[in-house]
């Protein structure tokens, strides 16, 4: 391990600076997303499809557009929602950071 790596807990690469914490944010979504359909495609083998629904949220600029479909869509639209909420506040909390690093 490098000494600036070990102070600052970044990785520096030809003068790219990459935060440990952001990298490690990246990888366990990555892993999430693939956790999240394999536990879809194991119910739906299991179990069958009896009623299907959706929710989605997408962001054009800071302005979200919300849809959803199927018996259950308000609950799925309510928690599409609350992920974008917390995906904003994420984003501002690491924009602070990196600004307060580099500034």
């Known amino acids: 391990m490098k000494r600036d790596e070990e ?8 003068d790219v ?11 366990g979504g990555v892993v999430l997303v693939f956790v ?5 495609v194991v119910a739906s083998v299991f179990y069958g499809t ?6 989605a949220v997408i962001f054009i600029g800071p302005f979200p557009i ?10 799925m639209i ?18 602070r950071r990196v600004r307060r690093l580099i500034g």
């Open 78 to 95: 309510l928690f599409s929602v609350i992920l974008a909420v917390l995906s904003v506040v994420v984003f501002l909390v690491m924009n």
């Open 36 to 40: 999240g359909v394999a536990v879809i």
């Open 66 to 75: 919300v849809i959803g479909a199927g018996p259950d869509a308000t609950w």
């Open 50 to 55: 009896v009623s299907a629904s959706a929710g």
């Open 17 to 27: 600076t990459v935060p440990t914490r952001f990298f490690l944010l990246l990888i």
């Open 7 to 14: 102070e600052t807990g970044e990785t520096v690469e030809e």
